[in-house]
């Protein structure tokens, strides 16, 4: 039987992404895996450092994988403050999983991010077709990535497919050191009754998608038959384009005494207004008819009754 493979397993979009996949094709199909130690007994986890490249084709071949999700990467805040450390971990680690899905003839989903454009880029309905100047380290190993995958796939027919996704928004893991991981942060905070701090300015606006909208979106993307996809690597997908003044506006509607500070990181705040305001995620539409679920109004409904905070 042919596995799948989803490294990085244990972040954000790893636990969801990991629970929907076997929830999709059977749990004894999908094998998860990150840099933490297994736990005995465990047959569907394994450690992997994917900048160990012998270690990642050992695993595909001994597992026989036939798709693989690459989530392992360091995150922009992160990136930012190890920029050498995060050009080894996102750019070797992609490296390694495209030769080895190269050898055996592998899928490969790779997600980009709104990160992969610059200041020099339109920031209001940002095209699927634009310039793409980033000036984070983050964004950097993004456009390389979108290129090595593209490469990959024209040089080799390894069938590479991705995502530039924003900010996502979820309930189960926490997130890794991202620009937008204030939009949980707040949540997290309104369902404990805290007040909250945000390292962003009020107005600062931002593409946002809940992860539900995000793993469906991966996974009818990697289903699409090939000769729909116009593009690879990669399409731009949105939810929704948010501030923080606006995201907790909608909380108070449920937690009316929830309160926000905001006390700005220069350095986070000096990334996103690097970033698009809006993306244009028309061709992810026309071609394999991507369409999100939730608004900021139902995402935050459904984030607070997760979180189990009362809610009206
Ligand atoms: P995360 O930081 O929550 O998780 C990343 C995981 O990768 C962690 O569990 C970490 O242990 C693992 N990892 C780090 N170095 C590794 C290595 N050398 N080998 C194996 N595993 C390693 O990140 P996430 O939010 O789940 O993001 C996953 C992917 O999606 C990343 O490529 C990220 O750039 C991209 N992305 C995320 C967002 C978002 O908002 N979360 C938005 C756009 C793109």
């Known amino acids: 039987m042919r596995r799948i493979l989803v490294t990085g397993a244990r972040g ?4 969801e992404l990991t ?3 076997r929830k999709r094709y059977g749990a004894a199909r999908v094998v998860a895996s990150d840099l933490a130690e297994a736990q005995p007994l465990d047959d569907l986890y394994e450690r992997l450092d994917c900048m160990q490249a012998d270690a990642v084709a050992d695993l595909m071949r001994r597992r026989d994988i036939d798709v693989v ?3 392992a990467a360091l995150l922009s805040a992160v990136a930012e403050d190890r920029p050498q450390a995060a050009w080894s971990v996102n750019m070797s680690g992609l490296y390694n999983v495209l030769e080895a899905a190269r050898r055996f003839g592998c899928q490969v989903f790779f997600p980009s991010s709104i990160a992969a454009f610059g200041p020099s880029t339109p920031r209001r309905g940002t095209p699927q077709i634009t310039i793409q100047r980033p000036t984070t380290i983050y964004g950097v190993t993004k456009v390389a990535g979108e290129l090595l995958c593209d490469y990959y796939a024209t040089r080799f027919g390894v069938d590479a497919r ?3 996704l924003p900010g996502l928004v979820s309930s189960a893991a926490p997130p890794g050191g991202g620009t ?3 939009a949980v942060e707040m949540f997290r905070a309104a369902a404990l009754r805290k007040r909250y701090s945000c390292f962003l300015a009020a107005e600062t606006r931002l593409d946002m998608m809940y992860m539900p909208d995000a793993t469906r979106a991966i996974m009818e993307l990697m289903e699409a038959k090939p000769e729909r996809l ?3 690597n990669a399409y731009n997908v949105t939810g929704m384009s948010v501030t923080p003044r606006e995201i ?3 909380i108070c509607k449920h937690a009316p005494t929830f309160a926000v500070d905001y006390r700005i990181d220069p350095l986070r705040q000096a990334i996103a207004d690097s970033w698009p305001q809006s993306l244009d995620a028309n061709a ?5 008819g991507f369409a999100p679920r939730f608004d900021l109004a139902a995402m935050t409904r459904d984030m607070l009754v997760r979180l189990g905070a009362a809610t009206d």
């Open 69 to 71: 999700y690459h989530l």
């Open 284 to 288: 992810a539409r026309e071609d394999w």
């Open 248 to 250: 907790a506006a909608e």
């Open 162 to 164: 991705g995502l530039r």
């Open 230 to 232: 116009r593009f690879r």
């Open 19 to 21: 629970l929907a996949l």
């Open 12 to 15: 954000q979009i790893g636990v």
């Open 180 to 182: 937008t991981d204030y």
